[in-house]
């Protein structure tokens, strides 16, 4: 149930695969780096999850700063990694892929490493431990609904995938049914008694994939009970959580990484800034309270749609959201000559692309703050960068997804001049 970011299976597709490899994540160097810890996870072996399974966290935390402090040496300092004081069970965003073995018994988790075949898990030591109750529950439920699982090979079944989100401030619990079908026989009583054992679940959604893809989601959503989205709050603002939206699975060490990319856009109450890849506009509408006008850029509709929602429900009004690849639109920017003081970046995994770091060069903005989830693509952007007027002040690394190889970073940049 671990270990998935996005709207996306485990198990990397063939391209994925190929970028982890030419790219290379922080391994451990040697097998003794493995603590001889009694906490290993009894899933380690099979699960696709935690790559860090059975290593003190202490270690972990060494090796990704090493890992880090190597790749940016040609750049900048490295700060100390910010690591959590409690690593376990921090994912507030649980999802388990559903199946049934030969011998006709439910099971419920993640996929065994490149594989699709599901290892049941009951408990994962990263996940948040009500949200993994409530898979459980609902694996057990199933029987007496006579809700079959999805067959991946023949297409028959219902269920594909559950997905759980907690909010961390509010405690609002969202449960997302994926199924093949819209239709979920008696979906009352399922919902009924799904809240009879969790009455902390305060809504219910129906998802429906009937495609033969490998994302998790499909473009639909039926609410089943309650108002189909959760609420949860970071650095003093609310924002909404929908199925499909990409939120931060790490609250307690995503408010860090927010407040340090705020604090590194040196805001003065009068700045243009421009938060690109803004998802559903957390950063921007956190940092508009200290800043003069703020602009969200952001490829998905349905993020935007929830940023737009985020910013009157936290009262901003000195921010605007626009629909639009991030690259496009600061090409855009920067042909129609607006200024900017202050670009603040949160790529994909992938980075960003020649398009958005050229304009952001023409905008030539006094500071870009750079957060990034893949270390490698920072590295590349920072090349690009570094030989176009901008210089890598520090780089200050997060432990958001601790017991993986995964790492976020904040990356403070300045112009120099051409
Ligand atoms: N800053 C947000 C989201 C970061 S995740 C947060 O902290 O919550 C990266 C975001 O980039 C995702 O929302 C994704 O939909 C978006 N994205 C991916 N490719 C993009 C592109 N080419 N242009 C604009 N946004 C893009």
């Known amino acids: 149930m671990a270990g998935n970011q996005g709207n996306y299976r485990e198990n990397p597709t063939r391209n994925e695969k190929k970028y982890k490899k030419a790219n290379g994540q922080p391994r451990l160097k040697e097998k003794s780096s493995r603590a001889k810890s009694d906490n290993v996870c009894p899933y380690a072996k099979k699960c696709g999850g935690c790559d860090y399974q059975g290593v003190e966290y202490k270690e972990q935390l060494k090796t990704k700063q090493a890992y880090m402090k190597k790749l940016l040496k040609p750049f900048c300092f490295v700060e100390p990694i910010v690591g959590m ?73 219902l269920l594909r995938h559950v997905l759980v989100r907690k909010g961390y401030a509010t405690g609002q619990i969202m449960v997302v049914l ?52 959760i609420e949860d709050k970071l650095c003093g603002c609310t924002f909404r959580i929908s199925p499909g939206s990409f939120y931060q699975v790490n609250p307690v060490q995503t408010e860090l990484l927010y407040e340090k990319a705020i604090h590194e856009a040196h805001l003065t109450g009068k700045e243009r800034i421009i938060d690109a890849y803004c998802g559903t506009g957390t950063i ?28 009157k429900r936290n009262d901003i009004r000195n921010i605007r959201f626009y629909n639009d690849d991030a690259g496009k639109f600061m090409v855009e920017m920067a042909q129609k000559g607006e200024k900017a003081d202050v670009v603040i970046m949160d790529p994909p995994r992938t980075g960003s692309d020649e398009a958005f770091l050229s304009s952001v060069v023409k905008l030539s903005p006094e500071r870009v703050v750079y957060v990034s989830c893949g270390p490698e693509t920072l590295a590349r952007d920072l090349k690009y960068l570094t030989k176009h007027g901008y210089t890598v002040k520090r780089a200050t690394p997060y432990d958001c997804f601790p017991f993986t190889s995964h790492i976020e970073t904040v990356c403070c940049l300045t112009f120099q001049g051409r």
Do not use: W
Not at 192 to 217: C, E, F, G, Q, Y
Not at 285 to 311: M, P, S, T, Y
């Open 85 to 157: 004081k409690n690593p376990l069970y921090y994912r507030h965003k649980v999802h388990a892929a559903f199946d049934c073995t030969r011998r006709g018994q439910i099971v419920a988790g993640a996929y065994r490493k490149n594989t699709h075949d599901v290892v049941d898990i009951e408990s994962c030591m990263i996940e948040e431990q009500e949200s993994d109750e409530i898979i459980r529950d609902i694996k057990d439920m199933l029987r007496s609904f006579r809700i079959k699982t999805y067959d991946e090979d023949t297409g028959y079944g």
């Open 178 to 229: 994926v199924l093949a079908s819209p239709i979920l026989p008696s979906k009352n009583n399922f919902v009924k008694a799904l809240r009879k054992k969790h009455p902390n679940i305060t809504t219910v959604v129906l998802n429906v994939n009937d495609k033969k893809t490998s994302m998790v989601l499909g473009d639909r959503n039926i609410t089943l009970y309650g108002k189909g989205f």
């Open 284 to 311: 921007g509408i956190i940092a508009a309270k200290n800043a003069g006008e703020v602009i969200g850029v952001e490829l998905n509709r349905d993020a935007i749609r929830d940023a737009v929602i985020n910013a």
